[in-house]
């Protein structure tokens, strides 16, 4: 998440990743980041599901967006399948924590990259469903968000070494388990599988050409539009899978970071 307001505070750990009191599951932790001054909490998940922790710093986040970082961290195998991590993500995010934690409800943001994109997604189907504070945005980027593996794309991108069809089908196996491709899947383990977009915050989509999730992100994006949500997407030519993390002085990234932090920077800051 990321969140924007007037006073510096630091992010306490967070270690509910349940859906309900009686899970036994060991504690999907937030991992705190020291706050720049001026403002309030910030974080984001971008681990995909079979690494253990995230993999963008949170100084990045603080140093373009003016917030520190709180940052979910992701299991090597889940001990409980999807969607806890959507549930952790909630926790703190919610509007009787914001205060706890100095927030301003109205000014926080969430962002997940990668892996992180199904539970920054849910996240905002979560806060809607439940009626709670309502995100001031939602920054997607390359997110992982269907588990069908249908698309176009997802049967062209084989073989560059990446995150291609082969890894996909482990990850989502890893997190649903028999659950794969399952008609009755909720949305908030897979949010392509949502069927109502409506009221979800002004949303962010980066996707790249060459990449097993750029048909999901797209439909995504076409639907949150039919939906009536702002979007702005972004399909980046000859780009790959996080790109910008394997090549991050490229033109292509630096082109895609101005992006997206002007858009964080509209959103938090007006």
């Given at each position: 998440?990321?969140?924007?307001?007037?006073r510096p505070?630091?992010?306490?750990?967070?270690?509910?990743?349940c859906?309900?009191?009686?899970?036994?599951?060991?504690?999907?932790?937030?991992?705190?980041?020291?706050?720049?001054?001026?403002?309030?909490?910030?974080?984001?998940?971008?681990?995909?599901?079979?690494?253990?922790?995230?993999?963008t710093?949170?100084?990045?986040?603080?140093?373009?967006?003016?917030?520190?970082?709180?940052?979910?961290?992701?299991?090597?195998?889940?001990?409980?399948?999807?969607?806890?991590?959507?549930?952790t993500?909630?926790?703190p995010?919610?509007?009787?924590?914001?205060?706890?934690?100095?927030i301003?409800?109205?000014?926080?943001?969430?962002?997940?990259?990668?892996?992180?994109?199904?539970?920054?997604?849910?996240?905002?189907?979560?806060?809607?469903?439940r009626?709670?504070?309502?995100?001031?945005?939602?920054?997607?980027?390359?997110?992982?968000?269907?588990?069908?593996?249908?698309?176009?794309?997802?049967?062209?991108?084989?073989?560059?070494?990446?995150?291609?069809?082969?890894?996909?089908?482990?990850?989502?196996?890893?997190?649903l388990?028999?659950?794969?491709?399952?008609?009755?899947?909720?949305?908030?383990?897979?949010?392509?599988?949502?069927?109502?977009?409506?009221?979800?915050?002004?949303?962010?989509?980066?996707?790249?050409?060459?990449?097993?999730?750029?048909?999901?992100?797209?439909?995504?994006?076409?639907?949150?539009?039919?939906?009536?949500?702002?979007?702005e997407?972004?399909?980046?030519?000859?780009?790959?899978?996080?790109?910008?993390?394997?090549a991050?002085?490229s033109?292509?990234?630096?082109?895609?970071?101005?992006t997206?932090?002007?858009?964080?920077?509209?959103?938090?800051?007006?």
């Amino acid at each position: 998440m990321l969140g924007s307001g007037s006073r510096p505070c630091a992010f306490r750990e967070t270690t509910d990743p349940c859906w309900t009191s009686s899970c036994s599951a060991p504690p999907t932790p937030t991992v705190p980041a020291r706050p720049c001054s001026g403002s309030t909490p910030a974080g984001r998940s971008s681990a995909p599901p079979t690494t253990t922790s995230n993999t963008t710093p949170p100084w990045r986040w603080r140093s373009t967006a003016s917030s520190p970082s709180s940052t979910t961290a992701s299991r090597r195998k889940p001990r409980l399948p999807a969607p806890p991590t959507t549930a952790t993500w909630h926790t703190p995010n919610s509007a009787k924590d914001a205060g706890e934690h100095r927030i301003d409800p109205h000014r926080i943001g969430i962002a997940g990259a990668s892996g992180g994109g199904a539970p920054a997604a849910a996240t905002a189907l979560m806060l809607r469903d439940r009626q709670d504070a309502r995100p001031c945005f939602l920054s997607l980027s390359y997110p992982m968000l269907d588990d069908r593996n249908e698309t176009p794309a997802s049967f062209e991108v084989t073989d560059l070494g990446l995150w291609d069809r082969r890894e996909n089908l482990l990850a989502w196996a890893v997190v649903l388990g028999d659950r794969v491709g399952d008609p009755a899947l909720d949305p908030y383990s897979a949010p392509a599988r949502a069927t109502d977009l409506t009221g979800i915050p002004d949303t962010f989509i980066a996707a790249a050409q060459f990449d097993v999730f750029r048909d999901e992100d797209m439909d995504f994006a076409r639907r949150l539009i039919a939906a009536g949500v702002p979007v702005e997407l972004h399909l980046y030519a000859r780009a790959f899978h996080a790109w910008d993390r394997f090549a991050p002085k490229s033109t292509l990234a630096r082109t895609f970071g101005h992006t997206w932090h002007d858009f964080l920077r509209r959103h938090m800051h007006g």
